[in-house]
């Protein structure tokens, strides 16, 4: 099993910047893709980030593109997601999730609220 436990949330003003962990107990987290999905209250979950195990590629949402960054750091069992210039409607709990099929485990979440 693998275990993952989100961190890093918090209230902050529109136009500022938070990072999240998710850090992963297990022997297989390097091997496997991790992504960030979130959550707003009365909507689906929905895709933010992922980062590829092996080349480190990455990927975003249209809507995140070039505010947020993933990273990683495979000694620390860590993944991070450097949230800037944050706007209102990026107010959503902030879940990791990873697994050999993609969505197989996910954390508990932290929550991100934006104020105007």
């Known amino acids: 099993q693998v275990q993952l436990v989100e961190s890093g949330g918090g209230l902050v003003q529109a136009g500022g910047s938070l990072r999240l962990s998710c850090i992963a107990s297990?022997?297989?987290?390097?091997?496997?893709?991790v992504g960030w999905f979130r959550q707003a209250p009365g909507k689906e979950r929905e895709f933010v980030a992922v980062?590829?195990?092996?080349?480190?590629?990455?990927s975003y949402a249209a809507s995140v593109k070039g505010r947020f960054t993933i990273s990683r750091d495979n000694a620390k069992n860590t993944v991070y997601l450097q949230m800037d210039s944050l706007k209102p409607e990026d107010t959503a709990v902030y879940y990791c999730?990873?697994?050999?099929?993609?969505?197989?485990?996910w954390g508990q979440g932290t929550q991100v609220t934006v104020s105007s």
């Open positions: 999730t990873t697994g050999p099929r993609g969505h197989d485990y």
């Open positions: 980062i590829n195990w092996s080349a480190g590629s990455t």
């Open positions: 297990g022997r297989t987290f390097s091997s496997y893709n």
